[in-house]
């Protein structure tokens, strides 16, 4: 029987840059697993370690930023890992940045792109993404009332 675990986060970066969302993407590495596709942030959560605190500090180990708001995205990510014949729940978080602040990628990545909703849709492998995505923009990106019911710092 498949173990449920729930030991990872997603973090969806995200700047408003004159009117317009743009989600950071970041390309992993050819040698990596899953090399040469573009991701979010996915990081381990550590022990005796919230899930919002690990999407705070995976997004400033992974690109170098602070996000100045976190959100939870209202989504869980889930999928099988075969490997492991394990069930993942992974909750999603959507981050702001703010400003153009130089991203500092770390060494599981080759490459990053600031991207506008559509183009982030088309990068993304995994139809769980892509609705996250969506969802961010919609309900968190664009700002506004609703938003602030899913801001957690």
């Not at 992993?28 to 991701?39: F, H, K, S």
């Not at 990510?77 to 729940?89: K, R």
Request: glycine share 6%; charged share 25%.
């Amino acid at each position: 029987m498949p173990r449920i675990v729930s030991d990872i986060v997603d973090v969806y970066v995200f700047r408003r840059v004159r009117s317009q969302v743009q989600f950071l993407l970041l390309r992993r590495r050819p040698e990596m697993v899953l090399g040469n596709t573009w991701q979010s942030i996915h990081g381990k959560i550590e022990p005796n370690e919230r899930a919002v605190e690990a999407a705070m500090r995976e997004v400033e180990e992974r690109t170098g930023f602070v996000p100045t708001q976190l959100y939870s995205a209202d989504y869980i990510n889930q999928f099988y890992d075969h490997a492991s014949d394990t069930i993942v729940l992974a909750p999603a978080f959507a981050a702001l940045i703010l400003g153009r602040g130089q991203v500092r990628i770390s060494n599981e990545y080759d490459d990053y792109a600031w991207c506008d909703l559509e183009e982030t849709v088309s990068r993304l492998p995994w139809s769980g993404q892509r609705w996250a995505v969506r969802h961010i923009y919609d309900v968190i990106a664009v700002g506004g009332e609703e938003a602030d019911f899913y801001a957690l710092i």
